[in-house]
Structure formats: structure tokens, C-alpha cells
């Protein structure tokens, strides 16, 4: 499907602006980016054993150091959301910032707001039941108590879930749980996006990848499939509401300890991700350009600042692991 003619996109963009509104697509790429769900989830990722020297730093949040010859990259992970008056040491941030050569941010989706806008005019009408039937009398009555009590402990509204499809009901409640917890994804990336401009550093993703047609494939999911994810979103919510604050306040004070204790892989992504095999490849992708790019990083003088979620980072099979087998060096923040 081409994208519309120019004549045609002012009726887009409100459009897109609506679906901007109703999340999907922007939860999902969000997730895929990071390799978590937007707040901390209940999955307990497989924490990979990194042979480093342990560094005991300065206040902050936690960060890698990894050398090969005269380079250098700085390797900072993201819990995913947090608490939105969470105070944390952003002067130590921009003294890393000093003297790096360039910043590797996590990697971005390619989509416009032409995109949104058409995926809306297209299948919009599908992230709602047809007329007639609501979320709930559609629930199996367990997966229904439970879904229940999860949005009420978000604080969702039960007439915003009523028409949902199960998938966006899923979304729709880690969306709630921000809401709640007063969560926002916009930190620490806009402290370093302020500091690159200032610092005058060049900043990019570390790779590209096209999501629209992943995006669309989670609505060909089966009516049984929405509804398992629904469950497994149940179960992010509640992990949530008691771990996601406490993961972004370690996070605030390099807590890696705390950090693995309260943020893990979301199940809600991880039930997606197994049923739709384009997005399980977007992944996998992003975890091998990653280490591509640092890689590179480390074959060019000077220090490069890498950002990246703690989960790619950190579980067995991902990034940190993949360098060590490289035999790159790696000093770790103390546990």
C-alpha cells in the first residue's frame, strides 16, 4: 500500500494525530526499541554473567565502560518509564558527555505521520469489537476478574476498555499504568538530547527499522491470541504498580542490584513478539546492530556514548555478552 498523494494528507494528519491518542503503534515501537514494555513488567529475564571489572563510581546512574586500544564507549541503560518528578544526577551525565565524539541512541522506527495517519483511515475501525460487543462479555471469567482488578489498580476508565479489542485493552492498560504512576518515557533521553545540542556531540540511533507492517500483523492476531496477550498484560500491570517506581529510583543511584530486581522483560511484548515473527525479528536486529555499532565504535579514537535498555544489555544472549565473547574489556558498576 503506497502512501497517499500530498493532495490528500491534510485530511491525514488529524488522523494521525487521533491514533497518535490511541497508542498502539506507539507503545509497540516504544517496546521494540528498548526491548521492554513501557513500565516494568513480570518476566525475569535470564541475567547474563559478565567476566569485568567491578568500578565503584560516582552517584548516578549505572554505566559500562568498554576499551579496546585508544577508544572508548560508555555504555548507559534505560529502565524504560519513570516517575516524572524522579530526581536524578544529571550533572553526572553531562561530565560523561565531555569529550565524546559522538552519542548511539537506541534504535528508531521509521514512521511518519503520513504513515499513522493511514494505518488509522485503513484498520482504525479494527482496534474496535464489532457493534454489539464489549471487552468484557467476551472474557473467559477468570481472565475477566483478573483483567478487572488489574484496571482498577491502574485507575482505568472501564467505558475507555468496553468496545476494545483485546490486544488494544493489553496496551491500553500499561498506558493506564503510566497515568497512575505518573510515568513518562521522555527521560533520560531529553537530558541527553539538551546536552548533545549544547555539547555540540553528534547523536543517532544506532540503526533503523521499519515497523508499520509489524504493527499491522498484530491485528491479524486471533481473537484466542489477543486475549492470552490480554492476560499476560494483567500480569504487567500488577508487576508494575509495585515495581516499576522502585526500578527507575535504582536506576537513579546506579542500583544494578535493584535495577535486575524490579525491571523485567515485559510479558505482554514477549507474547506479541511469539506471535508475530516480524516483530520478534525487529528484536533480534536491534540487538545484533547494537553490537555492531559499538563495535565500530571501538575501532575509531575517542569515546562514544552509547543508550541502550537494560534488557538487550544485560540478559543472556544480548549485548554486554556478545562483546565479552569478542573478548572486548569491560569494567561493570559494582552490585
Known sequence: MTSPSPAKRPTIIPAANKICRLGLWKAVLLALALGTGAAAAQTTPEWAQIEAV?????????????????????????????????????????????????????????????????????????????????LEDGLPEALRARFVAAREAVGGDAGDYRTDIPIRAAIRLQ????????????????????????????????????????????????????????????????????????????????????VKANYTQSRLLDCITGAVHAIGDIDARNVADTVTAIDGALNQPGKTIVVIGMGPLLRRGGVLERLQAMHVAIESPAE
Not at 579496546?68 to 550533572?91: C, F, T, Y
Open 175 to 258: 498506558q493506564d499504568l503510566m497515568k497512575k504512576a505518573s510515568l513518562s518515557g521522555r527521560e533520560p533521553r531529553e537530558t541527553i538530547d539538551d546536552l548533545a545540542y549544547r555539547k555540540h556531540i553528534a547523536s543517532k540511533p544506532v540503526s533503523r527499522f521499519e515497523a508499520m507492517d509489524a504493527v499491522r500483523d498484530i491485528l491479524k492476531l486471533t481473537p484466542e491470541q489477543q486475549r492470552a496477550c490480554l492476560a499476560q498484560a494483567v500480569d504487567d500491570a500488577n508487576w508494575g504498580v509495585a515495581h516499576a517506581v522502585p526500578a527507575a529510583r535504582a536506576w537513579a543511584v546506579g542500583d544494578v542490584r535493584n
Open 54 to 134: 567491578e568500578v565503584k563510581a560516582k552517584p548516578g546512574p549505572a554505566v559500562w565502560h568498554l576499551t579496546r586500544g585508544n577508544s572508548e564507549v560508555w555504555i548507559l541503560g534505560l529502565v524504560g518509564a519513570m516517575p516524572k518528578d524522579l530526581d536524578w544526577n544529571k550533572q553526572y551525565l553531562s561530565d560523561l558527555l565531555d569529550g565524546a565524539r559522538a552519542i548511539l541512541m537506541p534504535p528508531k522506527a521509521n514512521v511518519s505521520f503520513v504513515d499513522v495517519g493511514w494505518f488509522l483511515i485503513m484498520h482504525g475501525g479494527e482496534l474496535s469489537l464489532p457493534r454489539g460487543q464489549t
